[in-house]
């Protein structure tokens, strides 16, 4: 038998302008996955689901999404072999903090290292994103690209790959939480049917020059500038926002508090904002959660950049 566990932390997909493109890794929550190769015949078990989010995964779909995609895409013969798996489900579910990303990308990690495959990062986020058709109805790879990688990632979505490049990036963001999944199963999906189809070109080069200007904003070390383009989206956010209860009260509230930007995480209800420092990230994230709760109950949370998937 063999076995290894790996922790895959949270994350916030987008940051404004960077929608598919950009995300970041926050150590505010974290999956594990416990993974047993066995003798066995090809079937794969979920042996426990346990932690403080446990009884919101119905059907752990991501896990089992990349042992598929590992058979059916890499050719992977696990057909004499069972595999056991626990999952740790420390990722709250459906409020745009990545967590079907976080557990595909340690099952895709830790399954890359028990099975000797030695999958580049990019390939373990191609795997990871193929599996999160499985949950959230297409593939996604920013959010599994950030928990693999940790800090700061960008990526370019080719048709049979991902070109992924992470950037260091040590900060402290607030966030508004609800506490409960508002818009239910199949949100992400909901949340991309809102988005315009085609989009005016004056409009896409706005969104493109401030995203390009944020990477180079970090690798650069002005955060200020970071955060600045975050809340210039011209194209998602305005779509989306529309549906976010309070989005704009919650905007305001961080505004008010000096936040370096604010914009919704992933695909929402959660709220980000860029923040100066921990402390400042605390005061952020109790006037957004304040404001929040006007319309949804909402807790305030705060997270640093996080580092990627590792074994624990
Ligand atoms: N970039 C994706 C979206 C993240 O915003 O739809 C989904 O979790």
């Given at each position: 038998?063999?076995?290894?566990?790996?922790?895959?932390?949270c994350?916030?997909a987008?940051?404004?302008?960077?929608f598919?493109?950009?995300a970041v890794?926050?150590?505010?929550?974290?999956?594990?996955?416990?993974?047993?190769?066995?003798?066995?015949?090809?079937?794969?078990?979920?042996?426990?689901?346990?932690?403080?989010?446990?009884?919101q995964?119905?059907?752990?779909?991501?896990?089992?999404?990349?042992?598929?995609?590992?058979?059916?895409?890499?050719g992977?013969?696990?057909?004499?072999?069972?595999?056991?798996?626990?999952?740790?489900?420390?990722?709250?579910?459906?409020?745009?903090?990545?967590?079907?990303?976080?557990?595909?990308?340690?099952?895709?990690?830790?399954?890359?290292?028990?099975?000797?495959?030695?999958?580049?990062?990019s390939?373990?986020?191609?795997?990871?994103?193929?599996a999160?058709?499985?949950?959230?109805?297409?593939?996604?790879?920013?959010?599994?690209?950030?928990?693999?990688?940790g800090?700061?990632?960008?990526?370019?979505?080719l048709?049979?790959?991902i070109?992924?490049?992470?950037?260091?990036?040590?900060t402290?963001?607030?966030?508004?939480?609800?506490?409960?999944?508002?818009?239910g199963?199949?949100?992400?999906?909901?949340?991309?049917e809102?988005?315009?189809?085609?989009?005016?070109?004056?409009?896409?080069?706005?969104?493109?020059?401030?995203?390009?200007?944020?990477?180079?904003?970090?690798?650069?070390?002005?955060?200020?500038?970071?955060?600045?383009?975050?809340?210039?989206?011209?194209?998602?956010?305005?779509?989306?926002?529309?549906?976010?209860?309070?989005?704009?009260?919650?905007?305001?509230?961080?505004?008010?508090?000096?936040?370096?930007?604010?914009?919704?995480?992933?695909?929402?209800p959660?709220?980000?904002?860029?923040?100066?420092?921990?402390g400042?990230?605390?005061?952020?994230?109790?006037?957004?959660?304040?404001?929040?709760?006007?319309?949804?109950?909402?807790?305030?949370?705060?997270?640093?950049?996080?580092?990627?998937?590792?074994?624990?």
């Open positions: 038998m063999k076995s290894i566990k790996v922790r895959a932390y994350s916030s987008n940051l404004g302008p960077g598919d493109a950009l890794a926050l150590d505010a929550f974290y999956d594990e996955v416990e993974i047993k190769i066995v003798n066995g015949s090809g079937k794969v078990f979920i042996e426990r689901i346990y932690g403080p989010y446990a009884e995964v119905k059907n752990p779909s991501t896990v089992t999404g990349v042992i598929d995609v590992l058979k059916n895409v890499k992977v013969h696990l057909d004499d072999v069972d595999i056991v798996v626990e999952l740790y489900k420390g990722v709250p579910i459906g409020v745009g903090l990545g967590s079907s990303g976080a557990s595909a990308a340690a099952t895709a990690y830790g399954l890359s290292h028990l099975l000797s495959l030695n999958l580049k990062p390939e373990v986020v191609y795997i990871a994103g193929l999160e058709a499985y949950a959230a109805g297409s593939p996604h790879f920013d959010n599994v690209a950030a928990s693999t990688l800090k700061l990632v960008v990526l370019a979505i048709e049979k790959e070109i992924v490049k992470q950037i260091d990036f040590d402290w963001f607030a966030i508004a939480m609800p506490t409960k999944n508002i818009f199963e199949g949100k992400t999906k909901m949340m991309r809102v988005l315009p189809k085609t989009v005016e070109l004056r409009k896409a080069v706005a969104n493109w020059s401030r995203l390009a200007i944020m990477i180079t904003s970090v690798v650069q070390g002005d955060i200020e500038t970071f955060g600045k383009m975050m809340e210039l989206d011209e194209i998602v956010e305005p779509a989306r926002s529309k549906l976010i209860p309070c989005y704009k009260e919650v905007k305001e509230a961080a505004k008010k508090m000096n936040s370096l930007g604010v914009t919704i995480s992933g695909a929402g959660s709220i980000i904002a860029l923040t100066k420092s921990r400042h990230a605390e005061e952020v994230a109790e006037a957004m959660a304040n404001a929040y709760s006007k319309c949804v109950e909402a807790v305030p949370i705060i997270a640093r950049t996080a580092p990627g998937a590792h074994i624990v």
